[in-house]
């Protein structure tokens, strides 16, 4: 290991060279890091390896170094030594994204947010404060367990607070509780001046903030664009009084949960294609912020035919009255006209494993559900697994053309990949109650939301997989040149779904740029933003806010 002087001493556990009774010398430790420290892991380090990829294996990067920081002035230590030294650098914190965005081959310096986990209540912002490299499990738990509150944050367990709340956070709560940012009060940023000076900032949601656009950005904007999130501070809009337990939300007592599935061998296109039109028009019928039904949040996973199966979780907010009902009126109307048999999930879903147990609902405390559903995901301790996304968000039911396209594409026999599939998931309820402009997070008029994803282990799949994927996602949105554009049926994309195929004018051949798929109109805004915090571009990859101009 190295640090910020290059060298670290080296002690033996007995006297220096001492041999054991065998005559085995005992291999020296590594000297621990001083508490300032700035921890430095370079290519001949045994740790390297693990340090420069991220959870998604297609991507590995070749740093010149890795910081590992554990403090804001260790932070801006980094940045500093980078600028200085001309270095592109790049930040990670849970290691989630699902693009190159950190690991390219251009990047020399990657700071390592994984230290910086603490998750507390900071009386003297009257606000929680939690650290971008908090997992997203260690922070509902830690919440939670102590105050009894949480904020409305994403469901895998493993996910990094940095990137997901910076791009705006969905989670199995939104209907009820909104986005993550929607109760974002403040964030700490370290930043670069033009001059090369790089500075500590600190933004809130106040009005009266000269710094509230910085905050602003970071309610939606993504990760990477205006410099190094080190910490975010939460309370909900309206909450008064000094008592943590009410500055955020709690979540439900209990929840009910429930998986079940229907058989390939049982699905015919009309039974496929009225399975997805009723999950859709359910969302769209009950996309208003005061429905009952907000208490309703689900996934459908549409799995390949090489699956077996395509399957559904259901979560709801047990505590609210006629709960079961909810529940049983959800499954109901999803099904109906479907002539196939429900049973239970059996096969993988997405990023999901089997849930055999859930195919009668399940009452559970909310924090083992969350802790159940957010472990159960195979894919976030597989060291081999590579992997591809698409995004889209939707205002309406499908079109006809569209549910063709599902069905044909799910069904081709040139691609045996059971892990192939797309995941519809519900939005609006609280989350539509905010404005487009009141957050960069705009996609506020969306009923649900979709994920194409598909793994791959053996390096030779990677083309078929990744050709796959850009043809379903060309034929579905052929109408609109390949793309999602936002109309009155579809809303752009996710920018925590990234996808770098929407900047190539092969795969996106619409009029609309992959800036406004993610950001609408909110776009030139985060551009300013962009000119004065980061005017230099240091903090940069294929998809970031542009300076304005270029």
């Not at 640090?3 to 291999?27: E, N, Q």
């Amino acid at each position: 290991m190295t640090h910020g002087t290059g060298r670290v001493g080296r002690r033996g556990v007995l006297a220096a060279g001492a041999a054991l009774g065998g005559g085995m010398l005992l291999p020296a430790p590594r000297a621990a890091a001083a508490p300032d420290e700035l921890v430095t892991v370079t290519p001949g380090d045994a740790r390297y390896p693990d340090l420069v990829r991220g959870w998604n294996q297609r991507y590995v990067g070749r740093p010149e170094a890795v910081h590992v920081v554990r403090s804001t002035a260790q932070v801006a230590t980094a940045v500093r030594q980078a600028v200085r030294a001309g270095k592109r650098i790049t930040v990670r914190s849970g290691g989630h994204c699902w693009e190159d965005f950190v690991f390219t081959p251009d990047v020399q310096v990657v700071v390592d947010m994984s230290a910086m986990r603490d998750v507390d209540f900071d009386s003297s912002m009257n606000a929680f404060v939690v650290q971008p490299g908090a997992q997203l499990l260690d922070v509902y738990e830690r919440l939670y367990r102590t105050w009894g509150v949480i904020v409305p944050a994403g469901m895998c367990f493993q996910v990094g607070a940095g990137g997901h709340v910076s791009g705006g956070g969905w989670g199995l709560l939104c209907r009820r509780l909104g986005l993550v940012v929607d109760h974002l009060y403040a964030v700490e940023v370290v930043v670069a001046g033009a001059d090369g000076k790089v500075r500590t900032v600190v933004a809130t949601r106040e009005d009266d903030d000269p710094h509230r656009e910085l905050w602003w950005a970071h309610t939606g904007g993504g990760g990477g664009n205006f410099g190094i999130v080190t910490r975010y501070w939460f309370r909900s809009p309206g909450a008064s009084g000094t008592d943590p337990a009410r500055l955020l939300p709690a979540p439900p007592p209990e929840v009910l949960v429930s998986a079940v599935s229907w058989n390939w061998s049982e699905l015919d296109e009309r039974s496929f294609a009225r399975l997805v039109r009723n999950y859709a028009d359910w969302h769209v019928r009950h996309a208003a912020p005061d429905d009952p039904a907000t208490a309703v949040c689900s996934m459908l996973s549409l799995n390949h035919v090489s699956n077996g199966a395509v399957g559904l979780i259901t979560h709801v907010d047990a505590s609210v009255p006629g709960a079961a009902r909810l529940h049983d009126e959800f499954l109901t109307e999803v099904s109906e006209g479907v002539n196939a048999t429900r049973g239970p999930v059996t096969t993988r879903m997405g990023e999901l494993t089997a849930l055999p147990d859930l195919v009668t609902p399940r009452r559970l405390p909310w924090l083992q559900a969350a802790r159940y559903l957010g472990t159960a995901n195979p894919t976030t301790n597989d060291p081999t697994q590579k992997s591809d996304f698409k995004s889209a968000y939707m205002k309406a039911g499908f079109p006809e053309r569209q549910l063709s396209a599902l069905y044909r594409h799910l069904t081709r026999e040139d691609v045996g990949n059971p892990t192939g599939s797309v995941m519809l998931s519900s939005f609006a309820g609280q989350v539509s109650a905010v404005a487009q402009d009141a957050t960069a997070s705009a996609h506020r008029d969306a009923a649900y939301k979709l994920a194409w994803m598909i793994w791959w282990d053996d390096p030779a799949d990677e083309k078929d997989c990744v050709r796959w994927l850009r043809e379903f996602y060309a034929d579905m949105y052929a109408d609109t040149g390949g793309v999602p554009v936002p109309n009155e049926v579809t809303d752009g994309c996710y920018v925590n779904y990234p996808d770098a195929d929407l900047s190539s004018p092969e795969h996106n051949r619409s009029d609309t740029p992959w800036h406004d798929l993610y950001y609408k109109g909110n776009y030139r805004r985060l551009q300013r933003v962009k000119q004065t915090y980061d005017p230099g571009n240091v903090f940069r990859h294929r998809q970031s806010v542009r300076l304005p101009g270029s």
